[in-house]
């Protein structure tokens, strides 16, 4: 009963509500409004790991899992195994099912990885030929169709011309009577074809009046010519009604006998949905996946423990309830404990309305509890936010168990709890007789019930195992919780190693099992005399202390604030309330208790301040100082958030900046490998194709005579080779003189394939300092050129060694001195340096152009150009482009075996 209770207290159905609006069956939806809250954790971990592979599935499809076609085919199925026969749209809404089943089986199919959503539908049955011979008989308006069967056919087919026979008789007879006949059509009435006839002209048409109209000026007759032919089309409809039950009787019986796999096929669609649904609504509320933790060691319990001093073997221990003879290593074992961490956590049903309702803005709260707490007193004024943040934390409790994602930034991290018990709220009854106070102490004695419950039947078990159980007692506990508690230590596995189940340390002293209770309490100990209060609320919550894993419990009286002091077990938080503004800001404040803002508020509404200082007389100057220790904790806690925010964003600016320039830098590096190869892979082709041509001279001196002039003509050849191969012999074009490199130009550096940036002017030695990516260097002006070529004038020679201006000085001097001079890389014609403009505009095949040109100029060399024969037009529009580009030097058309005048070779400056 508190059970229910508690869900409604946190308004579970409202969430359930919003849950089922993401569904996309009936049958999704209708599991949603009523979502069944496990009570195992190996369900939960299920339930999320379904969740988790939807999520991952979801991103990774355009339009997200379809569920077209799938319907609520539940009634049907069992109408049809109980010999009903099934209407053609039941039949059809079959097929549709299974079609839908089936494209959602072949969609995750394609993605092995997801384990849990393969394992879910690697069993279900589609059945394609059932689906396929309802749609041979069936059309899309549920009707039975002619070629269900050749009788049906045929019947139909008589129908068809008996309608005509009589169609044509009426027509006749409305051409020739047509003075007797109020409007020229033909209706039905009571399934036979009738003309509307005059009433004083009735005799002018013999036959049966089947109607008569409103006013009783329009009879509605059945000519006697029709009246056989319209007796036969009955018998014909008949026949066809009993030919179209049997086509579909034999339909839904072949449907009975795959009942059971349609009930699966149909469970299976409804889980999936169910989980998708979970995800969509994740994704909406921009929530992260929880992790169980271990949270607070074993609740011991001092009778058991009196008890076992008498009867040593008497022990009953949680971690050996679910151990067996045949697994021992089965026991639990106990981890370290972690803390609960929930930060920027938001209440799903206040997102909901922010987004839908255009409600205020959500503040977040941050929830960190130590595993060594076991009570939470939030303490704050009226209106602060203290029941929200109980009701927050609450929900989001049962969103994890129900495998809903928490929405609250990453890390999430809260233990599986067995239970949610709130006390939240007013039960102030005048039909039973019940105050506020009463109400609170009525609900809170049923919360420790639901408690003491698990804690008798863990003794009850004890008994039993002893002397072979007492009836009585468990019922006592209750059979569901005895199931739970059971289930708890016996069936609690996973393969999952992060959201193991907890686990209680080891101790000698005897263990009783608790639930793993989460219990809320809203204004504990309110609504009676405050000291008594006082007093009831530090006895409830030492009680809670020692019985449930973790209580949070909101108040106004100060003696619970000492609590903390004087037990470890007890936290403070606070809600935030601003002085200047006098209003709560709904943030909560963990160490600090809440300061009383009564008389501050009473002053600010316009009290009269004499009694404002009446009151404060009566207070004291001892909670003037609190409040005002309080208040200088705020402002310094304040001001430490501002430093950190300060220094995480300082951070994040960091990590972003190292990520960048870190980029930068393997970007660079891979340029530079790649340049290296390709200048090996230049040099390679080179040399190979001087061998083969060298091969051929030697093979034409050995296969004619060897005469002088053949001897000439070899040595002729060869000198050619190494002219075009050798650099040193290849002539150098003598570079433009004039240009004098200034602060900030762009100049190239022709030994190294790189165009750097100048930053310091020519010194005395005519040397300059210049960048190029990460890297700075001083060189020599003769190493040096141009964009378009020019070299440098050198106003001052020095006297250097030929080797000593080519060299390169600065920060890599001594790598550049060890490496030997990069020597002129051959143009080779590669995938990289050719583009193909063929069936392009002149417009679109310049931008072409433009952006390769661009791109060659960073490794130099020639672009080949493919702009093919045709008209002419585009190798026109190429060269005139060519010829006004900067930085093409010349271009010409590619030799005969590269393609002739069908290609040109554009050679960059």
């Known amino acids: 009963m508190i059970q229910a209770e508690t869900l409604e207290l946190l308004e579970w159905s409202r969430l359930c509500q919003h849950l089922s609006t993401f569904a ?29 592979e939807v999520y991952e599935l979801e991103s990774r499809l355009p339009s997200g899992l379809k569920f077209e076609g799938i319907g609520d085919i539940g009634e049907s199925l069992e109408r049809a195994a109980l010999h009903g026969i099934l209407t053609g749209a039941e039949l059809l809404t079959i097929a549709t099912t299974l079609a839908g089943a089936r494209n959602l089986r072949r969609v995750i199919d394609d993605h092995p990885d997801l384990e849990m959503l393969n394992h879910l539908v690697q069993d279900l049955r589609t059945y394609p030929e059932l689906e ?37 008789i009426l027509q006749n007879i409305l051409q020739r009577k047509a003075n007797a006949i109020q409007e020229h059509l033909i209706t039905q009435r009571a399934g036979r074809l009738v003309l509307p006839v005059k009433a004083p002209q009735k005799d002018a048409i013999p036959g049966i009046v089947h109607d008569t109209s409103m006013s009783g000026a329009t009879l509605y007759v059945e000519p006697q010519p029709t009246i056989n032919l319209n007796n036969q089309l009955r018998q014909l409809q008949r026949q066809e009604q009993v030919e179209a039950e049997a086509i579909r009787q034999a339909l839904t019986e072949k449907v009975a006998a795959v009942k059971p796999d349609l009930e699966r096929l149909l469970a299976i669609a409804t889980t999936l949905d169910l989980a998708t649904a979970r995800a969509r609504y994740s994704y909406w509320l921009g929530a992260n996946p929880p992790r169980f933790i271990d949270f607070g060691s074993p609740i011991l319990d001092s009778e058991s423990e009196a008890s076992t001093n008498e009867n040593p073997k008497s022990k009953i221990q949680n971690s050996e309830a679910s151990s067996t003879d045949e697994n021992p290593k089965s ?19 206040l997102v909901w309305q922010q987004q839908h309702e255009q409600g205020r803005p959500v503040v977040p709260i941050d929830l960190v509890i130590q595993p060594h707490i076991r009570v939470v007193a ?25 495998g809903l994602f928490v929405p609250a930034r990453e890390p999430v991290e809260l233990p599986w709890l067995d239970q949610v018990l709130a006390d939240i709220g007013d039960e102030q009854s005048l039909q039973q007789s019940l105050s506020t106070f009463s109400g609170h102490i009525r609900r809170i004695s049923r919360i420790l019930a639901a408690l003491e419950g698990e804690k008798v039947e863990g003794k009850v078990q004890e008994r039993e195992g002893k002397e072979g159980g007492e009836e009585g007692e468990v019922k006592e506990g209750g059979e569901g919780e005895e199931e739970q508690f059971r289930t708890q230590n016996s069936e609690l596995k996973t393969p ?22 989460l219990v809320l309490l809203d204004e504990v100990g309110a609504g009676t005399d405050p000291s008594e209060g006082s007093a009831l609320a530090i006895a409830l919550l030492k009680y809670l202390a020692d019985h449930a894993t973790l209580t949070v419990a909101t108040t106004h009286f100060g003696e619970l604030k000492a609590l903390k002091y004087q037990d470890e077990r007890f936290e403070n938080a606070s809600v935030e309330f601003d002085d200047v503004s006098l209003s709560p800001t709904y943030r909560l404040l963990w160490g600090i208790p809440g300061r009383s803002n009564a008389l501050t508020i009473a002053r600010h509404l316009g009290l009269k301040e004499e009694l404002i200082a009446q009151a404060q007389s009566y207070v004291g100057g001892a909670s003037e100082d609190v409040n005002a220790v309080i208040a200088g904790l705020e402002a310094q806690r304040r001001q430490q958030e501002s430093k950190s925010q300060t220094a995480e964003q300082l951070l994040k600016q960091a990590e972003r900046l190292y990520k960048e320039v870190s980029r930068k830098a393997e970007a660079l590096q891979e340029r530079e490998r790649s340049l290296q190869v390709a200048q090996e892979q230049a040099v390679q082709a080179a040399i190979g194709e001087a061998k083969r041509e060298i091969a051929q001279v030697i093979r034409q001196l050995q296969q004619g005579p060897v005469t002088a002039q053949a001897a000439q003509q070899a040595t002729a050849a060869v000198n050619q080779l190494a002219d075009r191969h050798l650099p040193s012999r290849q002539v150098k074009s003598e570079p433009k003189a004039g240009f004098r490199p200034q602060v900030g130009d762009r100049v190239r550096i022709p030994r190294l394939g790189q165009t750097a940036e100048v930053l310091t002017a020519p010194d005395a030695d005519d040397e300059i300092t210049v960048r190029f990516g990460l890297m700075k260097m001083t060189v020599s002006l003769k190493d040096v050129e141009s964009l378009t070529g020019e070299k440098p004038v050198i106003e001052k020679k020095t006297e250097k060694t030929p080797e000593a201006g080519d060299k390169l000085r600065g920060k890599g001097r001594e790598s550049q001195e060890e490496t030997p001079a990069p020597t002129t890389v051959p143009t080779v014609r590669t995938s990289q340096n050719t583009i193909d403009v063929r069936g392009s505009r002149v417009a679109d095949a310049e931008i072409t152009l433009d952006r390769a040109l661009s791109e060659a100029q960073r490794t130099g060399g020639a672009l080949w150009i493919i702009h093919g024969h045709g008209t002419g037009k585009l190798r026109q529009g190429v060269h005139a482009f060519l010829q006004q580009h900067p930085l093409v030097d010349r271009y010409e058309l590619a030799p005969r075996e590269e393609g002739g005048s069908g290609v040109t070779i554009a050679y960059l400056a």
């Open 132 to 168: 396929q011979e309802i749609h041979h008989c069936i059309d899309d308006h549920g009707d039975v169709l002619d070629r269900a069967s050749p009788k049906l056919a045929g019947i139909r087919e008589q129908l068809r011309q008996g309608r005509d026979r009589v169609y044509a």
């Open 331 to 349: 026991k639990i074992q106990n981890p370290k404990s972690e803390a609960i961490t929930l930060r920027q956590l938001r209440h799903p049903l």
């Open 24 to 52: 996309a069956t009936k049958l999704g939806a209708i599991a949603a409004q009523h979502l069944k809250i496990p009570t195992h954790l190996d369900e939960t971990l299920t339930l999320l790991a379904q969740t988790r």
């Open 378 to 402: 939030i303490t704050g004024p009226n209106t602060g936010g203290k029941t929200v943040t109980l009701k927050t934390l609450g929900i989001a409790v049962l969103m994890a168990k129900v």
């Open 496 to 517: 999952h190693p992060d959201l193991s189940p907890p686990s209680p340390t080891p101790d000698p002293r005897p263990v009783i099992s608790h639930p793993r209770s």
